[in-house]
T-cell receptor
């Protein structure tokens, strides 16, 4: 079955630095991959989607890469701010484009002033 | 424009009781989903509905039933609640191949 691995340990960084989060997957080649942000007690909020034929996607201070050979996505936040502190989830489409997603457990990011 | 709404926000049940979680979206999305989220396990898909009148099982459907009442509403029913169903339940909706919009969640405790 499909397995998604995100670093379960919290990532602590200083304000202004670049945060890099990793998402690794096995056993499947997803049509696309999504990243979500989740704050405590709230539902996930969509950030970025990257398709299998795209290497990189950017949105403001966010950048996502997708390496289908390594079966890995990296999520970068540049010039990080304390307000970026949250849990970040990656999710893969496992139905060839029908949007039935498998989620990773998420990585908690803490940005310190 | 409320997005995705869920009721109730909190619920405590005794083992064996039944209840229905309600979800509605006002974005005219065809697809709707029910997930549960447990500590350290991420979101797991319970059921989804690709369009009005259709439903299909996700990763963890046992102990649950769903109804896609119309395009806006998708309900999740626990017929006989068990302590293992203690969790946070999220409803989401989407267009076919795009971001999912999540509701605020229902925190369910089964004693």
């Amino acid at each position: 079955s499909q397995k998604i691995e995100q670093n379960s340990e919290a990532l602590n960084i200083q304000e202004g630095k670049t945060a890099t989060l990793t998402c690794n997957y096995t056993n499947y080649s997803p049509a696309y991959l999504q990243w979500y942000r989740q704050d405590p007690g709230r539902g996930p909020v969509f950030l970025l989607l990257i398709r299998e034929n795209e290497k990189e996607k950017r949105k403001e201070r966010l950048k996502v890469t997708f390496d289908t050979t390594l079966k890995q996505s990296l999520f970068h936040i540049t010039a990080s701010q304390p307000a970026d502190s949250a849990t970040y989830l990656c999710a893969l489409d496992m139905t060839g484009g029908y949007n039935k997603l498998i989620f990773g457990a998420g990585t908690r990011l803490a940005v310190h002033p | 424009n409320a997005g995705v709404t869920q009721t109730p926000k909190f619920q405590v049940l005794k083992t064996g009781q039944s209840m229905t979680l309600q979800c509605a979206q006002d974005m005219n999305h065809n697809s709707m989903y029910w997930y549960r989220q447990d500590p350290g396990m991420g979101l797991r898909l319970i059921y989804y509905s690709a369009s009005e009148g259709t439903t299909d099982k996700g990763e963890v459907p046992n102990g649950y039933n769903v109804s896609r009442l119309n395009k806006r509403e998708f309900s999740l029913r626990l017929e006989s609640a068990a302590p293992s169903q203690t969790s946070v339940y999220f409803c989401a909706s989407s267009a076919r191949t795009s971001e999912q919009f999540f509701g605020p969640g229902t925190r369910l405790t089964v004693l």
